[in-house]
């Protein structure tokens, strides 16, 4: 499966707002075998919207958005998505209860501003999302040839919580009969210029069969990724460490190469994998970060990272525990 991620909001295209939700959207989605083939941002305004959702749609049948379900003037995302759907809103009293529970249970007096009332407008057809981490539910529509669009809230607690909860499970149903993964893998060189790696690589420069390779140059060394599409679990894993170790017996044979060495694992659940003088690093949600490089008396001519999981931490000697 293929889809398009729209983020809607003025304050992302002023640079007020950092886009988070677009990556981790992407990381989660890929985690289950779902290609987030293109990223848009996006305004306010309702033209802009539904221009991008609709050029979208037409590439991949397939949009999820984020924000603009609020209960101010400027969230123009559901009626800007209805109409492009040729769908009526509907008041939906359910979603309106709910919203004055909530206003009850955080203690404020009377009832909720008229304004809420639009986020319990729901597009005809459309299947409601509940948001248990939030007022804004989010809502799911879809027309008669199968093309959709998942309406999200722009709060990132909430659309994550909406995610996990109630889109993600639909999306692993429609692929549940033939699970299909993207995986990726990446390792870190250090003392190589980035201009001589696609020589020493030879004809892996380009990539590796089914695999495909990213170069990708920062302070501390280039990274290559590796990344493994539409492939089931187990063999995206193996096959990642197959093409890991031709890129390592190619640059390993180099004496002049200083590799950085660092131990990881490929995302949730894939264990610890050691690569030799190279640093593996999963691209999941679960992934890590490095720290900036220490002196390795142990290895001629490297360095030695410590790692830091985003979840969790990763001991001196490679081994996952969390936090605290």
């Given at each position: ?9 003025d ?18 989605l ?26 979208a749609?037409h590439?991949?049948?397939a949009v ?28 939906d009293?359910a ?9 009850r ?12 009332r ?43 919580g ?16 033939d ?13 190589i ?18 695999v ?13 990724r590796?990344t ?19 890129v ?7 004496p ?23 640093c593996?690093?999963g ?27 985003v979840?969790?931490q ?11």
């Amino acid at each position: 499966m293929i889809v398009e991620i729209v983020t809607i909001g003025d304050e992302l295209l002023l640079g007020e707002t950092i886009d988070i939700n677009a990556v981790w959207l992407a990381r989660e989605l890929a985690a289950v075998g779902i290609s987030v083939v293109r990223r848009a941002t996006v305004g306010d305004g309702a033209e802009s919207i539904a221009a991008a959702v609709t050029e979208a749609l037409h590439r991949t049948g397939a949009v999820i958005t984020t924000g603009g379900l609020g209960p101010t003037s400027d969230d123009r995302t559901r009626p800007a998505i209805a109409a492009l759907f040729g769908r009526e809103l509907r008041h939906d009293d359910a979603i309106w209860q709910g919203l004055r529970a909530i206003w009850r249970e955080r203690g404020r007096p009377g009832e909720p501003p008229e304004s809420n009332r639009q986020q319990a407008q729901v597009p005809e057809g459309a299947t409601v999302l509940p948001n248990r981490h939030g007022t804004a539910p989010g809502l799911l529509l879809e027309d008669e040839d199968g093309r959709w669009v998942a309406m999200l809230p722009g709060v990132p607690r909430e659309m994550r919580g909406l995610m996990a909860d109630e889109l993600l499970p639909r999306l692993r149903s429609r692929t549940a009969d033939d699970r299909r993964v993207i995986r990726s893998l990446t390792l870190r060189t250090t003392g190589i210029a980035e201009s001589q790696l696609p020589e020493l690589l030879g004809e892996h420069a380009d990539g590796l069969g089914s695999v495909s390779l990213a170069y990708l140059p920062g302070q501390e060394g280039v990274d290559l990724r590796l990344t493994v599409r539409d492939a089931r679990p187990d063999d995206a894993d193996r096959t990642l460490r197959e093409a890991a170790d031709k890129v390592r017996h190619r640059l390993g044979r180099h004496p002049t190469s200083r590799l950085a060495r660092r131990r990881a694992w490929l995302g949730p659940g894939g264990g610890d994998r050691r690569l030799g003088p190279f640093c593996a690093r999963g691209d999941a949600p679960r992934g890590i970060r490095a720290r900036r490089p220490q002196p390795c008396p142990a290895a001629r001519g490297a360095v030695l990272h410590d790692a830091v999981s985003v979840h969790g931490q990763l001991d001196r000697r490679g081994n996952s525990r969390p936090n605290g």
